[in-house]
């Protein structure tokens, strides 16, 4: 699809690949980089095909809010492997080549996996909310078929909503410049070497920051507001910390998500005279929570370390 806007969009069309040049100021040893990404990628898929294997195995974890933690592994896994690979192979073998069918796919696929985040923490976030706030009606609106529709909502809506940014990515000519000073196929990267208008793209990703994240964010505050609220009127001071501590490590991951995205969004709107910064935050946010996310589940719930233990064959008592 992307191949045939790309043909028809002008005959003047020179370009027929785009060359990843990595890590802008530090080519010459950009490869050293290799080792600690290639260690990021290796831990962010062993933790989070554990965290499907714990929760698979564990009964005490077949529980419907452990279903959101196991499709949040599987976007994790997603969105690492989306990048990862093509990372290394340029760091390894310096192959910076990548067509433009290609590269459009990994910008669709990445803008996808990142929206689907959010949208599982807005789900998880509902959990918490109807489970401290609503506890007599959560077997009623916390069931099987609403972790199914929430999913399918969610993906439905990220696979639909991010589907222009490709799209109008790929009409625009590039008529000579096709190096891009960075690790991956990013919206504003790309666009940046067109020689038409690319204004459409800016105002399409302004607008789908604003108008996916920025109302999952706004879920998530209200959740965690009512939450609060909620908590702050018990009398017993050990069951307000019992409750607030079931969403401390949620509460971690989403301030960690969205606090580095706005990072990205200023480095990236503000002309930094080192380029490098906003690159090596954009990677770093691609790999760093698909390794964070398992690692603070388990060590901030119980259930989980437990279910590790067992798994691993560790006696949990000395734990």
Sequence with gaps: MFQD???????????????????????????WLSLPLALLYLLALSANILILIIINQEATLHQLMYHFLGILAVV????????MPKILVILWFNFKPISLPECFVQMYVIHCFVVMESGIFVCMAIDRYVAICRPLHY?????????????????????????????????????FQN??????CSNLGVTSLSCDDRKINSIYQL???????????????????LILHSVLKLNSAEAASKAL??????????????????????????AMAVPLIPVLLNVLHNVIPPV????????KNKELRQ????????DSKSN
């Excluded at 964070?292 to 060590?299: H, R, T, W």
């Excluded at 279910?307 to 560790?314: A, D, M, N, P, T």
Aim: aromatic share 10%; hydrophobic share 50%; with cysteine.
């Design 5 to 31: 806007l790309r043909d028809s969009n002008s005959s003047e069309f020179q370009v027929s690949e785009f060359i990843l040049m990595g890590f802008p100021g530090i080519h010459s040893w950009q490869h």
């Design 76 to 83: 994790d896994m997603g969105l690492a492997t989306t990048i």
């Design 139 to 175: 077997p009623i609106i916390i069931t099987e078929s609403f972790v199914v529709k929430a999913t399918v909502f969610m993906a439905l809506r990220n696979s639909v909503s991010t589907m222009p940014v490709p799209i109008l990515a790929a009409q625009r000519h590039y008529c």
């Design 179 to 184: 190096q891009i000073e960075h690790c991956l």
């Design 207 to 225: 607008l789908l920051a604003w108008t996916l994240m920025g109302s999952d964010l706004g879920l998530i505050i209200l959740s965690y507001a």
């Design 245 to 270: 501590s079931t969403c401390t490590s949620h509460l971690i991951l989403i301030l960690f998500f969205y606090t580095v995205l706005i990072v990205i969004s200023i480095t990236h709107s503000a």
């Design 292 to 299: 964070f996310n398992p690692m603070v589940y388990v060590l």
């Design 307 to 314: 279910g590790l233990y067992k798994v691993l064959k560790l």
